[in-house]
Structure formats: C-alpha cells, structure tokens
T-cell receptor, first 107, second 114 residues
C-alpha cells in the first residue's frame, strides 16, 4: 500500500518565524489533504491539494504530483499554530495518513 | 451548515463488552469513512461506505469490528468483545463522494477499554 512520510517529526519555532513541512508519497495519489489537529483532537482541514498551489492567509501548500510530494508553508508563525500537522492521501477512496509534524511555536 | 457529528464523545467500557459508536455525516454527503487514532498506530483507515455500493472493509483489524450505514446516512461502528488494544479515538469523516473529494472529520469518540 501507499506509504506517507512526513518531515520533520518535530519542529520548534520562535513566534514570527517561517517554516516548511514536507510530505512524501511512495506512489501516486489522486486525493491529498493537509490537516491541523487542535489540542482537543479535532482535525481541521487546511488544504485539499492533489496538485498545484493554494494559499489561505499565512498558510500555503504546493503539491508536485509527478514527484509525489507536497509542501506546507507557514509564514509569520503564531502560538496558535502549535499542534500536529498531518498530510494524508490516497487513490482508492480512503486516506493514508503520515505520522505528523508536531509544531511548537514559542512566544 | 452542520459538520460531522459523533456520539458519544467519550466511552469507557470493560474488556469483553460490546460497544456501538455513532456517526452523522454532513447532509448530502454520500461517502462515509471510519478511522481510528491510537498512540501506537497513528491514524488508520477502518472502513468506508459509498452510496449503495458494498463497503470497503479492508482496514478493519479483526472480525470483532463491523459497521453499517442505514438509509445512506447515519453509520454505526460496532466493536464486539472489546479488548484493551481497542482503546483509541474513533473518527468519522464524510465527503460528497469517494476518491477525489475533500473529507471532513467529526470530533471523534474516545474509547477506553478497562
């Protein structure tokens, strides 16, 4: 089955810094999403991005489908950005999740 | 509109008992998915339903797990003879259809098996 690798596993930033999170897939996917899991465990949808580039405020994402990777950019990070970021993708309907990147933004 | 809802939010049970977890998808969504999140295994797929098609049960970890979806809407995940390793957060998601559509997740049910 498809394997999803996320890097880095942990990231500590000072407030205001920028960061890039990466997600690699072992095979082609036709569904790719980025999520932020808040402290209460809720998965918040950030981007649905099987290909191309999207931006939403301080967040943006790029997926290069032909090379099977996706990047999530966080600019001018805030303490409220802390939490775990997951990417997930699939080709059969269900999503395969990576292990996540745990982000801590310090004031 | 309303998002995906799940009940109960928390469930504590004794080993060997059966439990039922409920999911109400977003209105109009024909695809419904169950996942679970545990410390050791991360987020893993269990089963999904698409319209009236036979469900994809390929992620169910054992025959103690089953799910049904009545009337193309509400779904119930049943775990029989619960074991301690079943302790996890069970998440439900829905989308307009399977394969190429964004999935939206509910808040989850935290199951603790004593």
């Amino acid at each position: 089955g498809i394997q999803v690798e996320q890097s880095p596993p942990d990231l500590i930033l000072q407030e205001g810094a920028n960061s890039t999170l990466r997600c690699n897939f072992s095979d082609s996917v036709n569904n790719l999403q980025w999520f932020h899991q808040n402290p209460w465990g809720q998965l918040i949808n950030l981007f649905y991005i099987p290909s191309g580039t999207k931006q939403n405020g301080r967040l943006s994402a790029t997926t290069v489908a032909t090379e099977r990777y996706s990047l999530l950019y966080i600019s001018s990070s805030q303490t409220t950005d802390s939490g775990v970021y997951f990417c997930a993708g699939g080709s059969q309907g269900n999503l395969i999740f990576g292990k996540g990147t745990k982000l801590s933004v310090k004031p | 509109g309303a998002g995906v809802s799940q009940s109960p939010s928390n469930k504590v049970t004794e080993k060997g008992k059966d439990v039922e977890l409920r999911c109400d998808p977003i209105s109009g969504h024909t695809a419904l998915y169950w996942y679970r999140q545990s410390l050791g295994q991360g987020l893993e797929f269990l089963i999904y339903f698409q319209g009236n098609s036979a469900p994809d049960k390929s992620g169910l970890p054992s025959d103690r797990f089953s799910a049904e979806r009545t009337g193309g809407s509400v779904s119930t995940l049943t775990i029989q003879r619960t074991q301690q390793e079943d302790s996890a957060v069970y998440l439900c998601a829905s989308s307009t259809r399977t394969g190429r559509e964004e999935q939206f997740f509910g808040p989850g049910t935290r199951l603790t098996v004593l």
